[in-house]
């Protein structure tokens, strides 16, 4: 998917596009050798006796993976996957070689689509989760602070930016209750998840041009699949616009998306 264009920020007028060593390259190739020396090139190592607890590095239900023929295991994985509701192969055609890192899963599509040409900055992920869209962004250059007070997902955050040689602040609060850092910030994310006063706060602090991501459930998901189990973790119609006033809309949909949810997506740059 072509990444939208949109009018540049001050900053993105004195900024020279950098491409980063440290971008993750997605592929559907898992290792799942537990001592994976020599690496296999393009591949993910994720050993078979882990990945129940790593599953949030999979790609999503359903999704197809390659295993690299790695003897006997291979098709122990095989099974473990089909087990975790993901389907694969084997692939016999592979080399071992040193290659840059490369993730399974992918991004909130909105990181992947608005943020393209956005150069980089001081970000905050609000209800993080398992941090993979942290750890994205760091992989892009940015300075992320994580924020979930899930003790158990930021430990798997932690572990996942440690796993790529990315520097992610994850910090134990509360959306919404805890205060939120006193800092400006270029970028604030909260995906997936809606508190209404932490991202109000939030937006507060971004600096004048930077942006504000945020997808969350609809009230429609709520009527037609019960999801989430309360009114106050989605939105009405329209909601998003008077809940964030003061921003240039760069993108504002309602919609189905491809895995059958009803969510609210908006994209805005702060102007007031």
Known sequence: MRPMCFKPSPRSLCTKYIAFRNRLILTNLLDPRELASPSVHGAVNIPLSMLASRVYELPPPGSQLRVADVGEVALQAITELLRLNRRATVESHFAFAESLPHRLWRPNPLIEQFLESEPPGNALDLGCGTGRDAVELASRGWQVTAIDHLPDALEKGRQLASRYGLSVAFQRRNVGVDNLPDEAYDLVMMLMFLNREGVQQAASNLAHGGILLLECYSD?????????GSKALSLG????????????????????????????????????
């Open 220 to 228: 429609v998901n709520v009527e037609h699949f019960g999801k989430p």
């Open 237 to 272: 119609k329209r909601e998003v616009l008077d809940l964030l006033p003061g921003f240039e809309v760069i993108h504002h949909s309602e919609d189905s998306r491809s895995d059958s949810r009803h969510t609210v997506q908006f994209v805005g740059r702060r102007v007031g």
